[in-house]
């Protein structure tokens, strides 16, 4: 029995569709959709730094919080800043800074690292409260 042109085209069709090359969806060294990482995360913390903290203070806080960009792989962008907002909601929450990251596991990568921690304990220690002057919140990004 033998096997036609037609049979040999879908085959290699059908292969190459598995390798996303034929549909033009999935770029070389991309992950296919069915084993993607998850959706981008976007960890948002608000922060109510302690009354008469230096400013000075403040700054090196957020910045050594920035600095894990240049360590911590997988963050795809890093925000902070003073509350701005006119509507007077910020209920003492002073700062805020936000981290993008490519995947959950990303986020949690950096949960975990050591120069996350050290930055962390500096930002609880000059937080209102301690850990009672933060909030943290993460939301799932969706695909564009």
């Known amino acids: 029995?033998?096997?036609?042109?037609?049979?040999?085209?879908?085959?290699?069709?059908?292969?190459?569709?598995?390798?996303g090359?034929?549909?033009?969806?999935?770029?070389?060294g991309a992950t296919p959709a069915s084993q993607s990482p998850g959706p981008m995360i976007?960890?948002?913390v608000l922060v109510e730094f302690k009354p008469g903290?230096?400013?000075?203070?403040?700054?090196?806080?957020l910045?050594?919080?920035?600095?894990?960009?240049?360590?911590?792989?997988?963050i795809a962008g890093f925000h902070s800043g003073p509350n701005v907002s006119p509507e007077g909601l910020g209920?003492?929450?002073?700062?805020?800074?936000?981290?993008?990251f490519k995947s959950p596991q990303a986020r949690d990568a950096y949960l975990d690292n050591p120069d996350h921690r050290a930055a962390g304990a500096r930002l609880?220690?000059?937080?209102?409260?301690?850990?009672?002057?933060?909030?943290?919140?993460d939301v799932a990004l969706p695909d564009d």
């Open 1 to 19: 029995m033998s096997s036609g042109p037609v049979v040999w085209k879908s085959t290699i069709a059908a292969a190459l569709v598995c390798a």
């Open 124 to 137: 609880v220690a000059n937080a209102q409260g301690g850990i009672d002057g933060i909030l943290v919140f």
């Open 42 to 44: 976007r960890h948002i």
């Open 91 to 100: 209920r003492g929450y002073s700062h805020v800074f936000v981290v993008d």
């Open 53 to 61: 903290l230096p400013e000075a203070e403040i700054r090196a806080t």
């Open 21 to 28: 090359l034929l549909s033009g969806t999935v770029r070389a």
């Open 63 to 74: 910045d050594g919080l920035a600095a894990l960009q240049d360590v911590v792989p997988g």
